[in-house]
């Protein structure tokens, strides 16, 4: 076995990773995604036997991965460990320096037991052994800089190195200040929405942020407003708004009567400080374009959303009645709105399944005349694996080749979505229980009233099954039980 000598100290030695780093500012360009799933066992302080170990991991750089340099990168994904810890939210960082520092390191932090555990180790590269010497892990848990285990992975070649090279991606990121800068040029009728929701892992409390401008359609002046929202699990949904005030148009994103969304900060305060917010972003997965790509970029449909980053992790404070609820890398994600106005009716869900995976769902029917009796057009986004299905967000809507319209039936407590595209298919339940409901009203560009109903502690069941062999077989099944952000709304 080969690995790293001596025991880590967690943040010690040099070169700890940055993310996205290495060294130096990231080059612009092509990032790099790819997943890998290490086996292997723990020996926990006290303990006499071995513990089994699995971890699987979505690895994400924002530059292409440098053989003969050093390269950060972040890594999320899922921590199993026999009778002691599953965790879908284990989150890190990977310096990868084969040649440079002949060692990739790995420093990682999962919750084990209602207790936050840090697995720090790393493969030391052996130009006489590389590939095994690349496949071992040794490594070292902490708890509050105290050791109480050690143990080893192992990345298994049999089965693991197609997965593992089948499921390499290099992609080109997009900023997440340009995605977050406002879109309006001044047209009177829109709406650009800047929202934000997440689950504190440790509570299990829900939290949305709502910032919306809205230019009215008579031509009067736009104006900035919105809320803020925390969804308890042992008391009543407490909301309160800002607004409206005066928009300051500006060039990274929402700023308005001390509320401000800016790449990487979210602050502000809603009624006269009754509930403040204080967060640190940290995306930890390239955009999804819930719609088209083209229908964010020109706005031809009567709307469109979409995600700067498909999942983040935030960090800070959320203070409300004199509680405050401090985060530590609670998974959520930010959105993007941009249209006319809300649509006629909608549901929308976005669902953080563990290891990397979410699910985004909008399904809406158009205020526009003859389209009001239509159905709702379902937009579905699954990214799994570091793949996004349908790969086409078109597929979803309107069906092609082999893949049937996807259909909502929209309602509540409950709603529903299913559909089919190529091989796959699948059936999401969603449940917004009532006492996990905010209802909400606000005023659309044209004047009218809209409703939103929304619950940041809702449950949902995803099965995704494939076409296999003739029939039908079960590929991956999630069940969120106060996890899910869903909302149901209408005008």
């Known amino acids: ?18 993310p996205g780093g290495g060294t130096g500012t ?33 690895v994400s750089a924002d530059r292409l991965l440098r053989p003969l340099g050093t390269t950060g990168a972040r890594a999320t994904g899922r921590t199993r460990i026999a009778g002691w810890a599953d965790d879908p939210h284990t989150e890190g960082e990977l310096e990868i320096s084969p040649l440079a520092r002949r060692r990739i390191r790995y420093r990682l932090t999962f919750t084990a037991d209602g207790r936050r555990v840090t697995l720090d180790g790393w493969k030391s590269v052996t130009p006489r052994r590389p590939v095994a010497s690349m496949t071992v892990l040794p490594y070292t848990l902490y708890e509050d800089g105290a050791r109480i285990g050690t143990g080893t992975l192992r990345f298994p070649l049999t089965t693991g190195l197609l997965p593992f090279l089948a499921s390499f991606r290099f992609p080109r990121p997009s900023g997440g200040g340009a995605l977050l800068a406002p879109r309006w040029r001044g047209e009177p009728g829109r709406t650009e929405v800047w929202y934000t929701t997440l689950t504190d892992p ?33 008391g009543p949904v407490r909301h309160a708004r800002f607004g409206p005030a005066e928009w300051v148009p500006g060039r990274t994103g929402f700023g308005a009567d001390g509320v401000t969304v ?11 400080g009754a509930l ?21 970029h020109r706005p031809l449909l009567p709307a469109a959303q979409m995600l700067p980053a498909a999942r983040a992790a935030y960090d800070g404070t959320v203070t409300h009645d004199g509680t405050t609820l401090t985060l530590t890398s609670a998974p959520g994600a930010s959105a993007r709105i941009y249209g006319h106005g809300n649509a006629h009716r909608w549901a929308w ?11 985004e769902i909008v399904a809406a029917v158009s205020t526009r005349p003859g389209l009001r009796r239509l159905p709702p057009l379902v937009f579905l986004r699954l990214h799994r694996d570091g793949r996004t299905w349908p790969r086409r967000a078109e597929r979803a809507a309107v069906g092609w080749a082999g893949a049937g319209r996807f259909r909502a039936r929209v309602g509540l407590p409950t709603w529903t979505v299913t559909g089919r595209a190529g ?12 006492d996990r409901t905010l209802t909400l009203d606000y005023t659309d560009p044209d004047g009218r009233h809209a409703t939103c109903r929304n ?6 069941h995803v099965l995704l099954e494939r076409w296999w062999y003739g029939g039908w077989r079960t590929e991956a099944e999630w069940t969120l039980d106060g996890t899910a952000h869903a909302e149901v709304g209408s005008r």
């Open 423 to 434: 091989l796959r298919r699948v059936r999401v339940e969603v449940t917004q229980p009532a």
């Open 262 to 272: 800016r790449p990487g900060r979210l602050t502000g305060a809603a009624e006269d």
């Open 276 to 296: 403040r917010w204080d967060l640190v972003e940290r995306p930890t997965q390239p955009p999804l374009f819930t719609f088209p790509r083209w229908a964010w």
């Open 26 to 58: 990231p080059a612009p360009g092509r990032g790099t995604v790819f997943g890998e799933t290490m086996l292997g066992t723990v020996r926990l302080d006290g303990e006499a036997r071995d513990r089994r170990v699995r971890l699987d991991l979505t």
């Open 349 to 359: 869900l976005h669902a953080d399944l563990g290891g990397g995976d979410v699910l």
């Open 1 to 18: 076995m080969s690995g790293g000598t001596g025991t880590p100290t967690p943040g010690g030695g040099t070169g700890t990773p940055t």
């Open 455 to 460: 619950s940041e502690r809702a449950d949902a």
């Open 202 to 234: 440790d509570t299990g409390s829900g939290v949305w942020l709502h910032h919306e401008l809205t230019a009215p359609a008579d031509g009067s002046a736009p104006y900035a407003h919105g809320w803020a929202a925390v969804f308890p699990p042992d």
